[in-house]
């Protein structure tokens, strides 16, 4: 998963990214007139440590997520259609992450002179919102110069059908509504397929706290595909650069019980609709990513695709029968391990041993 930190000058976007880097050292580069900062995180999974405890095995792989820190999105950006370069670098994401500034400081002060979150949160949406408009009508505009010149009959029907849906977005972002807010049939999501809208990313939205934690509701953010998370970047970037003991004792003076690296995971997987599940042995302790509903083929597939072409079943128990039984071979005597075929739909946290053909 590819998520973009974005969010106004001075909201301490930069921040967040070291807290859920761990301030490592991120890979940096420049796309035209575009910075970018790049970090891949391990997901921390309680149920990899104890799979890994129990193979014991010569590597363990989490899961892993990348953070980009995209810079050069501010008022006026969307106006004239975005830079190619960052239209680039934001359309790649799966998702964005938006950070809001929430803490004042005099020694940096907010570009627009007060600190207002949900005014800054309105203020990017319609960044993004018109910078899609500029894409849809572009769209509009050749679609409607094809039909003039008088395309084939049977391209004439897909033009029409695709100029429908266009039609449908301008009119939302016109009323300033991101597209998340629209309720698209498969059909209509296929019509889109290349064209990267950016408001039809999900969006999961960080109230960047000072030193007193604020709670979500001082942002009021009812669109769908979206969530609201408050976190205290600061304090969140030095809790990350500590050894874990150190940390326990600093979340506890500071009455932080989850690291927020942990929430927003777990946040970007609900907004994406991600799962994980796992394959085990003495060689390699794994998580793998796929999306919600994914059958057992894909998920063959995301291991390898050599595992999809020749899948024939897959033997799966679920995490939480492994675990209550102690062990595979106990799982196996309770009658928790099982075959399934292609079309089962893969569970969070199932375990899965491919059988495949050559």
């Not at 405890?53 to 050069?72: E, N, Q, W």
């Not at 990017?124 to 010149?149: C, G, P, W, Y």
């Not at 100029?163 to 991101?178: H, I, N, S, T, Y």
């Not at 060689?283 to 024939?312: C, K, M, P, Q, S």
């Amino acid at each position: 998963m590819d998520l973009g930190i974005i969010g106004l000058p001075f909201s301490g976007k930069t921040t967040v990214f070291n807290a859920l880097t761990h301030g490592q050292r991120p890979v940096t580069a420049s796309m035209g007139k575009v910075d970018i900062a790049t970090g891949v995180v391990d997901v921390p999974d309680a149920r990899i440590d104890w799979l890994s405890a129990l193979y014991k095995p010569r590597k363990t792989i989490y899961a892993r997520v990348t953070y980009a820190d995209i810079a050069g999105l501010d008022r006026g950006a969307g106006k004239t259609g975005l830079s190619g370069p960052l239209r680039n670098q934001l359309s790649r994401m799966d998702a964005f992450v938006h950070v809001v500034r929430a803490f004042e400081n005099d020694t940096v002060p907010h570009p627009l002179q007060s600190v207002d979150p949900q005014r800054d949160v309105r203020l990017l949406d319609e960044e993004l919102v018109l910078a899609d408009l500029v894409t849809v009508e572009n769209r509009l505009q050749r679609i409607a110069e094809s039909l003039r010149k008088g395309a084939r009959a049977e391209e004439r029907q897909a033009l029409q059908v695709q100029e429908a849906v266009f039609l449908r977005l301008k009119a939302a972002l016109d009323a300033g509504q991101p597209l998340r807010s629209l309720e698209l049939t498969p059909e209509e999501r296929e019509a889109l397929r290349g064209y990267e809208l950016l408001t039809l990313k999900p969006m999961l939205i960080i109230v960047n706290a000072g030193d007193d934690p604020l709670p979500e509701s001082v942002i009021d953010y009812p669109v769908p595909q979206s969530r609201v998370l408050s976190l205290q970047g600061k304090i969140e970037m030095e809790l990350a650069q500590l050894d874990p003991e150190e940390a326990e004792l600093f979340k506890e003076e500071f009455g932080i019980r989850e690291l927020g690296l942990h929430r927003v995971i777990r946040a970007s997987y609900e907004l994406l609709k991600r799962i994980s599940f796992f394959t085990v042995g003495e060689d390699e302790v794994r998580a793998w990513t796929v999306r919600e509903g994914a059958n057992a083929v894909e998920a063959a597939g995301a291991i390898h695709t050599d595992l999809a072409r020749g899948f024939i079943r897959a033997e799966v128990v679920a995490y939480q029968d492994i675990y209550q039984a102690g062990s595979m071979a106990e799982a196996r005597k309770l009658g928790k391990v099982r075959l399934e075929g292609k079309d089962y739909i893969v569970q969070d946290g199932d375990i899965l041993h491919v059988r495949f053909s050559v």
